[in-house]
């Protein structure tokens, strides 16, 4: 019989008293059987007969729902359930995480905890044949998906079964390692659920609990399954696209302290693809935690990964350290002042380095430091003393990208002493027309980011003997002059105005070298889209861009259309001003009318509803096109009022747009625009 201390226990009239004449009972003191003494008995007839015993025990035991008296029998006799039992170990794990909710939903936290320890003591009595139903139940209850508009309930099932996780792979004495799998998936699934402090905190008990059951001897087997568990965590299902940039769970206090001393063994200790796989992770969950939930183990992360990156190893290791290395630089900067001499000395070897890709990352990873290293001048001088002695192409640039990522850095440019920077300026503007196209380039963004941070006199002058064009120079210095304008604009602009764009820029778009004059497109869109406005005049920028899609071909017209693409959607307000003018709509009419080759066809239709704003608001399309139908109606009402060749011109642009717009559908224009950038 069942005490009913729950509330919920099921009368039995026969053993609670007898019946009277009048269908009363009369409670009988003698006749009832304390319920210590009933278990009692079930236990010794369990240790002879527990196969004969289990199928009519059980089921009655484990009816849903769970009264709290079954609940203590179930617990009281788990020691003796023998080996039979995992037979009925699922449909007991499901009553007792049912009971746990049911307690927690009704607010009942006494009880709940009752339930909750009743379950942990039977589970920590099973033995090895029952483990893999316990497990595989508590999982399921743990990645059940939720039904729709609960995101914002507390997950009482999930909780109860994470919790049952934890107190199982802390108390049992089996063998877990076939398990540890499926657990440690199941409990840092939950990691996500930010808005549930209790939960976050089970999960990551749960977590801890599990790793513990990982052999020494087998630990780098499992970093591999970490990785996984945390992509599949924070990247969409279906896209494979990021969509959680911090973990929640992460962040909890101690949530890192099982994993920590795994990958960093896994980092000094083992093979080559091991090292690299910890690195990454190690990567990982730097970038997925707080720096607050971070700072305790900055030390512990920074050490290994700064030794390891003086040794050689493969390309991938050697990228995925320093990745690693980055990601905590960016998230716990001023922490990792005590290892800023060593991490320049890394960083200067590593600039080195065969692979373009470890470069790139030294690269990131130099800018990171520079933030909070007070020794500027050091590293930047040590920077410009390598760029004459380089006689490797490749390194050079790398060395020129450097000083262009870490002065692009205000709060480190600033601390630059003017003296270096002028050495500097000098040192990339003498690179600005070198030979090699890369090596122009890079001292061409350089030469743009320093700019920025010179007085006024020094900058006029370094423009005009930098910059201005001059009838003697090479093609090369033309181009590189051509990419100057481009960098000084996107920088920040300062020394680009009307007359430099008149001057210089205006002419190399007709330049006879396709390179030269696909450069001075790039620079006129960077002025246009990122030059100071009123420095500069927009129409004279438009009339350069529509003289190139106009006359040019190739690459030059492609450039030159994409850069009308970008105006339309960076700055349709001013875009829209200018549609009466013809500027923008004038000359792809012209080039479609013209055109022979599909792409092009194809690139002008995306340009035009960029310029006419086709598909502004996405989320009411057909506003948005009627609008769009209007503007370029009144554009082409204004174009005819000009005279008569104007109004050939609006004539062209109408019938072009009734053409070229209802061709294009919103996702292709989605796509076409992904890559657009200033």
Request: hydrophobic share 40%; with cysteine; charged share 25%.
């Amino acid at each position: 019989g069942e005490d009913g201390e729950d509330g919920e226990g099921e009368e039995d009239g026969d053993e609670d008293g007898d019946e009277d004449e009048d269908g009363e009972y009369e409670e009988d003191e003698k006749d009832r059987i304390p319920p210590e003494l009933v278990l009692g008995g079930i236990r010794q007839i369990l240790k002879t007969h527990s196969r004969l015993v289990l199928p009519f025990l059980v089921p009655q035991l484990a009816k849903t729902p769970l009264t709290l008296f079954r609940a203590q029998a179930l617990a009281s006799l788990s020691e003796v359930l023998g080996s039979g039992f995992y037979r009925y170990v699922e449909d007991v794990e499901k009553a007792f995480v049912d009971a746990v909710r049911r307690e927690a939903e009704r607010g009942n936290s006494p009880m709940r905890g009752e339930y909750l320890a009743h379950a942990a003591t039977m589970n920590a009595h099973l033995q090895q044949d029952s483990v893999h139903g316990l497990v595989s139940t508590l999982c399921e209850a743990i990645q059940a998906p939720r039904a729709p508009g609960l995101e914002t309930v507390m997950p009482h099932d999930k909780y109860a079964a994470v919790e049952l996780v934890g107190r199982f792979a802390s108390e049992t004495k089996c063998d877990l390692l076939h398990s540890v799998e499926s657990l440690l998936t199941s409990s840092m699934s939950l990691f996500v659920h930010g808005g549930f402090p209790e939960l976050l905190k089970a999960s990551v008990v749960a977590s801890a609990a599990v790793m513990k059951h990982v052999p020494k001897n087998k630990a780098q087997d499992y970093i591999k399954l970490l990785k996984s568990i945390l992509r599949d965590t924070t990247h969409d299902a279906n896209t494979g696209d990021q969509v959680l940039f911090e973990l929640p769970g992460l962040s909890v206090r101690n949530a890192l302290r099982p994993f920590i001393p795994l990958l960093t063994e896994g980092l000094m200790k083992g093979a080559e693809k091991t090292k690299e796989i910890s690195a990454a992770v190690l990567g990982s969950l730097v970038s997925l935690t707080s720096a607050a939930a971070l700072t305790p183990y900055v030390m512990l992360i920074t050490g290994p990964l700064i030794r390891m990156a003086s040794e050689n190893f493969a390309e991938s290791v050697k990228l995925a350290i320093l990745s690693a290395l980055r990601f905590l630089l960016e998230k716990c900067g001023p922490r990792l002042k005590a290892f800023f001499s060593a991490l320049q000395t890394t960083f200067r070897k590593a600039l080195k380095h065969t692979s373009k890709e470890v470069r790139e990352e030294t690269v990131k990873g130099l800018a990171a430091m520079m933030k909070y290293n007070p020794r500027v001048d050091n590293v930047i001088l040590d920077l410009h003393n390598s760029i004459p002695r380089e006689s490797e192409e490749s390194i050079k640039v790398t060395i020129l990208q450097a000083v262009e990522r870490v002065l692009s850095q205000k709060q480190t440019a600033q601390r630059v002493s003017k003296p270096l920077l002028s050495k500097l300026l000098a040192t990339v503007g003498d690179l600005v027309s070198d030979q090699h196209d890369h090596v122009r380039n890079a001292a061409a963004d350089a030469f743009g980011v320093v700019m920025q941070w010179i007085d006024e006199a020094e900058a006029k002058t370094a423009i005009a003997k930098r910059v201005t064009r001059a009838a003697s120079d090479e093609w090369q210095g033309r181009h590189g002059k051509a990419a100057a304008i481009r960098a000084m604009a996107k920088a920040g602009g300062k020394g680009v105005d009307a007359k430099l764009v008149d001057s210089t820029l205006a002419p190399l778009i007709k330049d006879d070298e396709v390179a030269v004059a696909a450069a001075a497109v790039d620079a006129v869109k960077s002025v246009l889209l990122a030059g100071p406005a009123g420095n500069t005049d927009p129409e004279t920028l438009l009339g350069c861009l529509g003289e190139a899609v106009r006359t040019r071909t190739g690459d030059v017209q492609s450039r030159a259309i994409l850069a009308l693409t970008a105006y339309g959607h960076f700055e349709p307000e001013a875009c829209f001003e200018n549609l009466g003018s013809g500027l923008t709509l004038q000359p792809l009419a012209e080039a479609y009318e013209i055109a022979s080759k599909g792409d092009v066809k194809y690139d002008i239709r995306i340009a035009v509803a960029a310029c006419v704003g086709y598909f502004q608001h996405a989320e009411d399309l057909k506003d948005s096109q009627k609008a769009a139908e209007k503007r370029t109606a009144a554009a082409c009402k204004l174009l005819s009022s000009k005279g008569k060749t104007a109004g050939t011109a609006a004539k062209l642009i109408a019938a072009m747009a009734k053409k070229a717009l209802p061709k294009i559908t919103p996702d292709e224009y989605k796509i076409a625009i992904k890559d657009l950038s200033r």
